[in-house]
């Protein structure tokens, strides 16, 4: 698939666009130390591949039907880390690597699953493959493993319940100290040397976990260049949109419904009755259940809690008093989540986002003395060192990732067939990917536009046509209601057809 890529699409193009960061800035994961620790993807010369791999569960039948778990499968996803992150969001670039039954991951283990895929990793990292357009064998290693909780721990070895003693795969804090701030020193970090002495505790071990190491990556056991301490980073989007963002809506909303700011019923005609725009109207959230006070949590997916705690301000903040400690919480983990979405940093907001977080956490404890922290608060507090060895965190998260599972639970609503169920989907997949492949453009337009009409400049009033004349000669200009480009959006445009391929740099037409 990657010669195949490199061959007929303008792949390399886009790796050749990436420019080098500026000293101290943190713009992508090769300003991470990991990245430049690695001895492969450090050493300058020959072009490198770094590919990033994901990790997931999907369950294509009814979660809440008869026929749960018996269809359930792992899938594995690729794509390139040398891309550019603007041109990642589409899923078409997303690659499938692997698609297997749960079942027979939980009976086999990773390692005799996943074999195939290590093989072909193993010869991309030893041998590399001939590309036709450089002219020569290209290496390619992996670089890291997107993937949440559950998965990541299960692919690294380290226990997978996170109600045991040790549930932080970053530190060997235990379940009593997550009380403690990391910020404070108490916990000594994982390390690639100290992560391998609890592996072979373990394996010449009478099989009892160490330090909650329970096995080997199999990864790691392939793989020369790939360690799972460097490899696998943390996941916004489990953290904090499905994690924090959910338990802390559902504890400060509750505290202001017995204060008696609002009832449940307000807010639920807020959320119904909001003029949402733009991402908002696809992002929009549902109404929070009546059981959330019991549940603590007020469900949702990532997008959607993303936006109610973006608007919550404008919904209901006119009926909160100045200075209430809920309304505080949630005004800081508004500003936690938008710096942890950075696109990029510095030495000083890294420290500014370290400050923040131990402040919300610090603010919290006060209002809610009684609420226990959950593991996911824990991690969180690692995102400011982990920062600078991944690079802003929200390139390696799995939002996209998760976006392709459509696709596949698409595919089974269409065929209704679960016969041979991996087969059909690894088929319709490759199917998809041969269209994107033969079309002109694999990578998204740098110009998106809609309804494009074709406007004679005779038709135009004088004032108009003096104008088009000193830009122009041409005597048809091109009117649509939007265009997108890949550095700004502009509305209502009029430009003519020879300028209309270089929009980036065309300055308005105010016709």
């Not at 880390?81 to 990773?110: D, E, F, M």
């Not at 997107?146 to 379940?175: K, M, S, W």
């Not at 330090?211 to 301490?229: D, E, M, R, T, W």
Request: overall charge negative.
């Amino acid at each position: 698939m990657l010669q195949t890529m490199f061959n007929n699409t303008e792949l390399l193009d886009k790796i050749r666009e990436a420019q080098p960061s500026p000293p101290g800035v943190y713009m992508s994961h090769e300003d991470g130390t990991y990245f430049k620790e690695n001895e492969f993807l450090s050493a300058v010369g020959e072009l490198k591949l770094s590919l990033i791999l994901y990790v997931d569960e999907i369950e294509i039948a009814n979660p809440l039907g008869t026929a749960r778990k018996i269809h359930k499968f792992c899938a594995v996803y690729w794509i390139l880390a040398n891309v550019p992150s603007k041109y990642r969001s589409s899923l078409h670039i997303i690659q499938l690597a692997l698609l297997c039954k749960v079942t027979g991951v939980q009976r086999c283990g990773y390692e005799s699953v996943f074999s195939p895929l290590l093989q072909d990793l193993r010869t991309l990292e030893q041998d590399g493959i001939f590309i036709e357009t450089v002219g020569q064998c290209i290496r390619s290693i992996v670089l890291c493993v997107a993937a949440d909780n559950l998965a990541a721990h299960g692919l690294t070895g380290f226990v997978q319940c996170f109600r045991g003693q040790y549930v932080c795969r970053f530190c060997c804090c235990t379940t009593d100290q997550l009380s403690s701030e990391v910020s404070d020193g108490e916990f000594s970090m994982r390390t690639k040397a100290c992560h391998d002495v609890h592996v072979q505790n373990v394996l010449q071990g009478d099989g009892a976990t160490h330090f909650g190491v329970k096995s080997a990556c199999a990864l790691s056991n392939a793989l020369q260049h790939f360690h799972p301490i460097t490899g696998f980073p943390p996941d916004i989007l489990h953290n904090f949109s499905e994690g924090i963002v959910p338990t802390e809506l559902a504890l400060c909303i509750s505290e202001m419904m017995c204060c008696k700011y609002f009832a449940l019923e307000y807010l639920t005609m807020k959320i119904h009755t909001f003029p949402y725009q733009h991402s908002g109207r696809l992002d929009k959230p549902q109404p929070i259940p009546k059981t959330f006070e019991a549940k603590l949590s007020i469900g949702g997916n990532g997008h959607e809690n993303a936006t109610l705690l973006k608007l919550l301000p404008l919904m209901v903040g006119s009926k909160v008093p100045e200075g209430d400690g809920a309304w505080a919480i949630l005004m800081d983990l508004k500003e936690d989540v938008q710096l942890v979405l950075s696109p990029s940093f510095t030495d000083e907001s890294i420290q500014y986002m370290q400050t923040k977080i131990s402040d919300h956490r610090q603010v919290l404890r006060e209002v809610f003395p009684g609420f226990q922290l959950r593991p996911k608060h824990h991690y969180v507090e690692h995102y400011p060192e982990l920062t600078k060895c991944f690079g802003p965190l929200v390139h390696l998260w799995t939002m996209r990732f998760e976006g392709k599972h459509c696709f596949f639970k698409r595919v089974i609503h269409d065929t209704h067939n679960f016969k041979n169920i991996l087969k059909t989907l690894a088929t319709r997949h490759q199917e998809m990917m041969a269209y994107h492949l033969s079309v002109p453009s694999f990578f998204r337009p740098h110009i998106q536009t809609a309804s494009v009409t074709s406007v004679p400049v005779c038709t135009l009033p004088l004032v108009a046509k003096g104008f088009i004349d000193t830009q122009t000669d041409s005597q048809n200009i091109y009117s649509t209601s939007k265009v997108q480009s890949m550095q700004k959006e502009c509305l209502s445009l009029q430009v003519t057809l020879e300028d209309f391929q270089n929009l980036a740099e065309l300055n308005r037409y105010c016709l």
